[in-house]
């Protein structure tokens, strides 16, 4: 089973192709992806790299956020469009739980946190049940101090939102606070990949014409079209 993973919550975003046991090619995308032809040219690059066609992906797991708006629009209908013209199952996969899953055997609680602008982050907490990463939070967008209020254990950060607000962390919690190293800032084509493969082999999959982003909160648009509605 060749499966299709498409991370694009972040600046940076990320495909990749697995197997049921093993990352075959991911691709790094370096450029801000603000046009769906960019993300279309780097899934033919990743494919071609290890002579595969597209027909031959028998599955898609997409990031469905939270993060940002624009690369989560592209990344969704540009996951959504492949799998319906290719008759393809198509599975989503928060960009949170991406990042969490890469510490199954940790015994702290798992607290990844992507930078959401405006002083706040994404983010929700894990905790290791032996056989997975759980988790054991509502999703949320939060200023960083209101989150930390929260945390009275020893836990583990990670995300590009440790990298904005290292200092406060470790201010607020000292030596309860734990950080992740740098290869684990952003989550990653093959960690989106691997969870939507365990759902595929589970027997899951979502409606791709319901299938949407996990946004967390309005966009600037949708809060100025109201303010303007208000004003009216």
């Known amino acids: 089973m060749y499966i299709l993973g498409i991370e694009t919550s972040t600046m940076t975003g990320s495909v ?35 002579s595969l066609t597209i027909r031959e992906i028998d599955g898609i797991a997409v990031s469905a956020g939270p993060g940002s708006f624009t690369g989560l629009r592209i990344g969704i209908t540009t996951a959504k469009s492949l799998a319906y013209s290719l008759k393809k199952p198509i599975v989503a ?15 702290q609680l798992i607290c990844p946190m992507l930078d959401a602008r405006k002083k706040e982050v994404y983010s929700a907490c894990y905790r290791n049940s032996g056989a997975m990463v759980q988790r054991v939070s509502e999703y949320v967008v939060i200023t960083p101090m209101n989150l930390l209020k929260e945390i009275h254990e020893p836990t583990l950060f990670l995300g590009d939102g440790v990298a904005a607000y290292r200092r406060q962390i470790e201010s607020e919690l000292g030596e309860l606070a734990l950080f992740a190293d740098a290869a684990h800032l952003l989550p990653r084509g093959s ?8 759902r595929l082999l589970a027997g899951e999959q979502d409606d791709c014409s319901a299938l949407t982003p996990l946004y967390l909160r309005q966009s600037d648009a949708e809060i100025h079209w109201e303010r303007a509605q208000i004003a009216q």
Not at 36 to 45: C, H, M, N, V
Not at 93 to 107: E, G, I, R, T, Y
Not at 192 to 197: E, I, M, P, Y
């Open 191 to 198: 960690l989106v990949a691997k969870l939507g493969c365990d």
């Open 93 to 107: 996969v928060s960009s949170l739980d991406a990042l969490a899953s890469q510490f199954l055997f940790c015994n």
């Open 16 to 50: 990749a192709i697995i197997t049921e046991q093993h990352l075959i090619v991911e691709q790094t995308i370096n450029t801000k992806i603000t046009h769906a032809e960019r993300l279309i040219t780097a899934i033919d690059d990743t494919l071609r790299a290890v």
